[in-house]
Protein backbone atom coordinates (compact mmCIF):
# COMPACT_ATOMS: atom_id res chain seq x y z
CA UNK A 1 0.00 0.00 0.00
CA UNK A 2 1.27 3.30 -1.08
CA UNK A 3 2.27 5.46 2.04
CA UNK A 4 2.78 9.13 1.67
CA UNK A 5 3.99 10.46 5.26
CA UNK A 6 7.73 10.06 3.86
CA UNK A 7 6.49 13.49 1.92
CA UNK A 8 5.88 15.07 5.22
CA UNK A 9 9.84 14.33 5.97
CA UNK A 10 11.17 17.73 5.91
CA UNK A 11 9.05 18.89 9.27
CA UNK A 12 8.29 14.71 11.05
CA UNK A 13 10.40 12.50 9.84
CA UNK A 14 13.61 14.10 8.96
CA UNK A 15 13.15 16.00 12.44
CA UNK A 16 12.66 12.34 13.32
CA UNK A 17 16.21 11.14 11.85
CA UNK A 18 18.10 14.01 13.18
CA UNK A 19 16.89 13.20 16.30
CA UNK A 20 17.80 10.07 16.51
CA UNK A 21 21.29 10.35 15.24
CA UNK A 22 21.44 12.75 18.30
CA UNK A 23 20.90 10.48 20.84
CA UNK A 24 22.36 7.27 19.27
CA UNK A 25 25.82 8.78 19.50
CA UNK A 26 25.62 11.61 22.07
CA UNK A 27 25.85 14.84 19.70
CA UNK A 28 27.29 18.01 21.74
CA UNK A 29 26.50 20.86 20.14
CA UNK A 30 29.51 22.38 18.58
CA UNK A 31 30.08 25.77 16.57
CA UNK A 32 30.55 26.07 12.88
CA UNK A 33 33.76 26.90 11.78
CA UNK A 34 36.29 26.48 8.62
CA UNK A 35 37.88 23.77 10.28
CA UNK A 36 37.17 22.00 13.15
CA UNK A 37 39.94 19.36 14.25
CA UNK A 38 38.89 15.85 15.78
CA UNK A 39 40.85 13.49 17.24
CA UNK A 40 41.57 11.47 13.73
CA UNK A 41 40.13 13.85 11.32
CA UNK A 42 39.82 17.48 10.02
CA UNK A 43 36.28 18.69 9.59
CA UNK A 44 35.89 21.81 6.39
CA UNK A 45 33.00 22.99 6.68
CA UNK A 46 30.87 25.35 3.53
CA UNK A 47 33.35 24.22 0.85
CA UNK A 48 31.68 25.44 -2.50
CA UNK A 49 31.54 22.93 -4.94
CA UNK A 50 29.16 24.23 -7.99
CA UNK A 51 26.89 26.86 -8.66
CA UNK A 52 23.35 26.21 -7.68
CA UNK A 53 19.90 27.81 -9.14
CA UNK A 54 20.16 30.96 -6.96
CA UNK A 55 22.98 30.08 -4.41
CA UNK A 56 26.34 28.45 -4.16
CA UNK A 57 26.12 24.84 -3.63
CA UNK A 58 28.37 23.74 -0.51
CA UNK A 59 30.01 20.20 1.06
CA UNK A 60 31.35 19.92 4.58
CA UNK A 61 34.72 18.01 4.50
CA UNK A 62 35.54 15.04 6.74
CA UNK A 63 39.60 14.29 6.05
CA UNK A 64 41.45 11.86 8.09
CA UNK A 65 44.75 13.24 9.33
CA UNK A 66 46.42 10.41 7.90
CA UNK A 67 49.02 10.52 5.82
CA UNK A 68 48.45 9.18 2.04
CA UNK A 69 45.57 8.88 -0.31
CA UNK A 70 42.21 7.50 1.06
CA UNK A 71 38.89 6.23 -0.18
CA UNK A 72 35.95 8.71 -0.04
CA UNK A 73 32.25 8.62 0.12
CA UNK A 74 29.91 11.09 -0.84
CA UNK A 75 27.02 11.71 1.08
CA UNK A 76 23.43 12.92 -0.19
CA UNK A 77 20.95 13.93 2.66
CA UNK A 78 17.40 12.95 2.45
CA UNK A 79 14.22 15.40 3.13
CA UNK A 80 12.03 14.51 0.33
CA UNK A 81 13.80 16.60 -2.44
CA UNK A 82 12.09 19.09 -0.38
CA UNK A 83 13.81 19.87 2.36
CA UNK A 84 17.34 18.20 4.44
CA UNK A 85 20.49 19.63 5.12
CA UNK A 86 24.11 17.98 4.44
CA UNK A 87 24.60 18.83 8.62
CA UNK A 88 22.20 15.97 9.33
CA UNK A 89 24.64 13.93 8.20
CA UNK A 90 27.42 14.27 10.81
CA UNK A 91 27.02 11.71 13.04
CA UNK A 92 26.73 9.14 10.21
CA UNK A 93 29.83 9.98 8.76
CA UNK A 94 32.19 10.71 11.58
CA UNK A 95 33.02 7.08 12.29
CA UNK A 96 33.97 6.37 8.58
CA UNK A 97 36.35 9.59 9.02
CA UNK A 98 37.40 7.67 11.94
CA UNK A 99 38.51 4.68 9.98
CA UNK A 100 40.20 6.37 7.29
CA UNK A 101 37.57 7.61 5.11
CA UNK A 102 37.11 11.31 3.48
CA UNK A 103 33.40 12.52 3.88
CA UNK A 104 31.98 14.82 1.37
CA UNK A 105 28.62 15.96 2.74
CA UNK A 106 26.39 17.50 0.44
CA UNK A 107 23.71 19.93 -0.08
CA UNK A 108 21.70 20.04 -3.63
CA UNK A 109 19.19 22.56 -5.33
CA UNK A 110 15.73 21.38 -3.83
CA UNK A 111 12.14 21.28 -5.09
CA UNK A 112 9.45 22.92 -6.05
CA UNK A 113 12.90 25.17 -7.56
CA UNK A 114 13.96 22.97 -9.45
CA UNK A 115 12.88 19.65 -10.92
CA UNK A 116 14.74 15.99 -11.35
CA UNK A 117 16.89 15.64 -12.67
CA UNK A 118 18.64 19.14 -11.45
CA UNK A 119 19.34 17.31 -8.18
CA UNK A 120 21.17 14.35 -9.64
CA UNK A 121 23.33 16.44 -12.09
CA UNK A 122 24.51 18.50 -9.08
CA UNK A 123 25.36 15.29 -7.22
CA UNK A 124 27.27 14.14 -9.69
CA UNK A 125 28.86 17.01 -10.21
CA UNK A 126 30.44 16.54 -6.95
CA UNK A 127 31.97 13.80 -7.03
CA UNK A 128 33.94 15.26 -10.33
CA UNK A 129 34.84 18.16 -8.09
CA UNK A 130 35.88 15.84 -5.53
CA UNK A 131 38.20 14.27 -8.51
CA UNK A 132 39.28 17.57 -9.48
CA UNK A 133 40.27 18.49 -5.84
CA UNK A 134 41.41 15.14 -4.32
CA UNK A 135 44.79 16.09 -3.36
CA UNK A 136 43.53 18.76 -1.50
CA UNK A 137 41.65 16.65 0.39
CA UNK A 138 43.90 13.57 0.71
CA UNK A 139 41.36 11.48 -1.76
CA UNK A 140 42.30 8.36 -3.71
CA UNK A 141 40.26 9.45 -7.18
CA UNK A 142 39.87 5.45 -8.12
CA UNK A 143 38.40 4.87 -4.57
CA UNK A 144 34.96 6.90 -4.18
CA UNK A 145 31.82 6.09 -3.03
CA UNK A 146 28.28 7.65 -2.54
CA UNK A 147 25.80 7.25 -0.04
CA UNK A 148 21.93 8.25 0.77
CA UNK A 149 19.32 8.37 2.90
CA UNK A 150 15.96 8.50 1.84
CA UNK A 151 15.16 10.58 -1.50
CA UNK A 152 18.98 10.81 -0.96
CA UNK A 153 18.92 7.08 -1.20
CA UNK A 154 17.55 7.49 -4.62
CA UNK A 155 19.89 9.81 -5.50
CA UNK A 156 22.87 7.79 -4.63
CA UNK A 157 21.53 4.99 -6.60
CA UNK A 158 20.92 6.67 -9.61
CA UNK A 159 24.72 8.68 -9.47
CA UNK A 160 26.06 4.85 -9.30
CA UNK A 161 23.95 3.18 -11.91
CA UNK A 162 24.37 6.19 -14.85
CA UNK A 163 28.02 5.89 -14.22
CA UNK A 164 29.15 6.63 -17.87
CA UNK A 165 25.97 7.97 -18.65
CA UNK A 166 26.92 11.43 -20.19
CA UNK A 167 23.01 12.73 -20.12
CA UNK A 168 23.69 14.14 -16.89
CA UNK A 169 26.90 15.35 -17.00
CA UNK A 170 26.14 19.03 -16.47
CA UNK A 171 27.80 22.01 -14.42
CA UNK A 172 31.98 22.54 -13.97
CA UNK A 173 34.80 19.55 -13.91
CA UNK A 174 33.01 17.86 -16.79
CA UNK A 175 36.99 16.70 -17.77
CA UNK A 176 36.59 14.75 -14.68
CA UNK A 177 34.30 11.25 -14.30
CA UNK A 178 31.62 11.38 -11.93
CA UNK A 179 31.62 7.58 -11.92
CA UNK A 180 31.43 5.93 -8.44
CA UNK A 181 33.16 2.32 -7.66
CA UNK A 182 30.33 2.01 -4.92
CA UNK A 183 26.90 2.87 -3.33
CA UNK A 184 25.45 2.48 -0.03
CA UNK A 185 21.89 3.08 0.15
CA UNK A 186 19.79 3.92 3.30
CA UNK A 187 15.59 3.52 3.35
CA UNK A 188 15.63 4.61 -0.19
CA UNK A 189 13.18 5.23 -2.68
CA UNK A 190 13.54 2.95 -5.00
CA UNK A 191 10.66 2.71 -7.50
CA UNK A 192 8.70 5.99 -7.93
CA UNK A 193 6.29 4.43 -9.71
CA UNK A 194 4.70 3.23 -6.93
CA UNK A 195 3.78 6.27 -4.84
CA UNK A 196 0.33 7.78 -5.41
CA UNK A 197 -0.24 10.50 -8.04
CA UNK A 198 -1.03 13.36 -5.30
CA UNK A 199 2.31 12.41 -2.91
CA UNK A 200 3.23 15.65 -2.24
CA UNK A 201 7.36 15.25 -3.30
CA UNK A 202 7.14 13.70 -6.30
CA UNK A 203 4.54 16.17 -7.62
CA UNK A 204 7.22 19.06 -7.04
CA UNK A 205 10.23 17.18 -7.91
CA UNK A 206 8.79 16.16 -10.96
CA UNK A 207 6.67 18.13 -11.50
CA UNK A 208 3.66 16.39 -12.44
CA UNK A 209 2.33 13.00 -11.08
CA UNK A 210 4.07 9.86 -12.31
CA UNK A 211 0.81 9.26 -14.53
CA UNK A 212 1.36 11.74 -16.09
CA UNK A 213 5.05 11.63 -16.96
CA UNK A 214 5.30 7.87 -16.78
CA UNK A 215 8.67 8.02 -18.84
CA UNK A 216 10.17 10.90 -16.55
CA UNK A 217 9.10 8.55 -13.23
CA UNK A 218 10.58 5.68 -14.22
CA UNK A 219 14.00 7.54 -15.42
CA UNK A 220 14.16 8.70 -11.69
CA UNK A 221 13.47 5.57 -10.28
CA UNK A 222 16.77 2.86 -9.39
CA UNK A 223 14.52 0.31 -10.35
CA UNK A 224 14.28 1.04 -13.80
CA UNK A 225 17.96 1.53 -13.87
CA UNK A 226 19.45 -2.09 -13.70
CA UNK A 227 21.46 -2.61 -16.45
CA UNK A 228 25.15 -2.91 -17.66
CA UNK A 229 27.81 -3.05 -15.44
CA UNK A 230 26.38 -2.82 -12.21
CA UNK A 231 28.48 -1.55 -8.92
CA UNK A 232 28.09 -3.62 -5.46
CA UNK A 233 25.92 -1.72 -3.61
CA UNK A 234 25.29 -1.77 0.18
CA UNK A 235 21.20 -1.51 0.72
CA UNK A 236 19.57 -1.16 4.93
CA UNK A 237 15.77 -0.52 5.63
CA UNK A 238 13.43 -1.58 8.11
CA UNK A 239 11.01 -4.31 7.57
CA UNK A 240 8.48 -1.63 9.64
CA UNK A 241 9.16 1.39 7.38
CA UNK A 242 5.98 3.06 7.18
CA UNK A 243 7.32 6.01 4.71
CA UNK A 244 9.24 3.99 1.83
CA UNK A 245 7.73 0.31 1.84
CA UNK A 246 9.77 -2.68 2.79
CA UNK A 247 8.76 -4.14 -0.84
CA UNK A 248 10.63 -1.35 -2.70
CA UNK A 249 14.00 -2.86 -0.74
CA UNK A 250 12.73 -6.59 -1.88
CA UNK A 251 12.00 -5.92 -5.35
CA UNK A 252 15.47 -4.25 -6.03
CA UNK A 253 17.52 -7.07 -4.14
CA UNK A 254 15.40 -9.90 -6.18
CA UNK A 255 16.61 -7.41 -9.41
CA UNK A 256 19.61 -6.50 -8.81
CA UNK A 257 20.70 -9.89 -8.27
CA UNK A 258 18.48 -11.23 -11.37
CA UNK A 259 20.84 -8.27 -13.18
CA UNK A 260 24.27 -10.31 -11.63
CA UNK A 261 25.01 -7.08 -9.49
CA UNK A 262 26.56 -7.49 -6.35
CA UNK A 263 24.34 -5.65 -3.20
CA UNK A 264 24.87 -6.56 0.19
CA UNK A 265 20.97 -6.07 1.87
CA UNK A 266 20.63 -5.02 5.86
CA UNK A 267 17.02 -5.40 7.20
CA UNK A 268 16.60 -3.92 10.51
CA UNK A 269 13.82 -5.80 11.93
CA UNK A 270 11.14 -3.91 13.17
CA UNK A 271 12.80 -0.71 12.12
CA UNK A 272 11.37 2.18 10.61
CA UNK A 273 11.82 4.76 7.88
CA UNK A 274 14.80 6.33 10.59
CA UNK A 275 16.51 3.11 11.09
CA UNK A 276 20.00 3.84 10.53
CA UNK A 277 19.73 6.38 13.05
CA UNK A 278 18.11 4.73 15.98
CA UNK A 279 20.61 3.14 18.86
CA UNK A 280 18.81 -0.19 18.02
CA UNK A 281 20.63 -0.57 14.80
CA UNK A 282 23.11 2.02 14.90
CA UNK A 283 26.09 -0.21 15.30
CA UNK A 284 24.93 -3.39 13.18
CA UNK A 285 24.09 -1.12 10.49
CA UNK A 286 27.40 0.64 10.55
CA UNK A 287 29.66 -2.39 11.15
CA UNK A 288 28.23 -3.61 7.96
CA UNK A 289 28.85 -0.83 5.93
CA UNK A 290 32.49 -1.00 7.16
CA UNK A 291 33.09 -4.06 6.35
CA UNK A 292 30.90 -3.51 2.91
CA UNK A 293 33.44 -0.26 2.09
CA UNK A 294 36.36 -2.57 3.05
CA UNK A 295 36.00 -5.08 0.67
CA UNK A 296 34.25 -2.80 -2.75
CA UNK A 297 36.34 0.36 -2.24
Not at 53 to 61: C, E, F, G, I, T
Not at 171 to 190: E, P, Q, R
Request: a negative charge; glycine letters at 10%; charged letters at 15%.
Amino acid sequence: MMMVSIRNEPARTWLCWLMLLWSAVGLKAQQSSPAVPASSYVRVDGVTYGQGKSAPLLADMYVPKDPGLHPAVVYIHGGGWTGGSRTGWSRLIVPFAEHGYVGMAIDYDLSPDVRFPIALEECKEAVRWLRAHAIQYHVDPNRIAVAGGSAGGELAALVALTNGDNRYEVGAFTNFSSSVKAAVLYSADLDLTKFSDTDDAILPYLGGSCSAQHALCREASPQFHLHGDLPPIYIGHGNADGDVPYSQFTSFVDAYRKANGAITPFTAEGGPHSYAADPRWFQANMDAVLSFLRKNL
